[in-house]
């Protein structure tokens, strides 16, 4: 079984590794974006990949691994992300992703976009032609079951909190928008990577599970609602948590 351990940039790759080790390095060279390597987590056979920043990254450097590397059973993104409910969520906090949503797809119209406005569904699965259930249907979200997949990845289920993600190409900068996103869509937390990686996995039917601590507040470029460092910490603790 091989687990592609995923973070969107080095900073995310080396506090993941620094939960484990206290250094942040691995006995292969760190991955450069879009680039990954084969090391061992506590007798889990692992690739280690940085895939870039946003979306289109995600996907291309997913896609390029599963196209180049046999025997993939599941896929584990880690990194950082935003919280829309600091009270619920506060800055440091670990989220798995229940669900993840693309809130860029489908119509845009003066209520919102709709994810069915242009009749293009993202993925169905099963036979071409047949009629498929709705619940196998991917219109701008992504149905998750993390303990589930943790499970059938053999790894370990952490007591944290669980919710809505949304993923975004343009992160987030004021609190009306946030406001809108959170509303619509009950999201709890903002990544750039979730949806693409949680797409993938469902076409090539593997395990998929994003977890994520939590270094700013949606919509604030305020220097109070950003915790970075903090969040870098508490991603090593908890990704250690998983494999221990």
Known sequence: MTVIVATA???EMEAVLK???GRGRVGCQLPLQGQWCESP???HQCLLAVTGVGPVNAALTLGRIMGECFGITGVLNL???GTFDPQACPLGSAVLAEKEVWPEYGLRTSQGVDSRGITFP???GGDPGVEQPLE???WDTVELSPAEDLRRIGLNCPQVLAGTSITVAGVTGTAEHAAMLRDRYGALTENMEGFALALGCRQAGIPFVELRTVSNVVGS???ADWKLNEAFVALGAVARSLFV
């Open 9 to 11: 940039t080095q900073k």
């Open 19 to 21: 939960g484990f080790n």
């Open 136 to 138: 196998q249907i991917v």
């Open 79 to 81: 990194g950082i992300a």
């Open 122 to 124: 993202q993925w169905r």
């Open 221 to 223: 470029r305020a220097a």
């Open 41 to 43: 987590i506590n007798e």
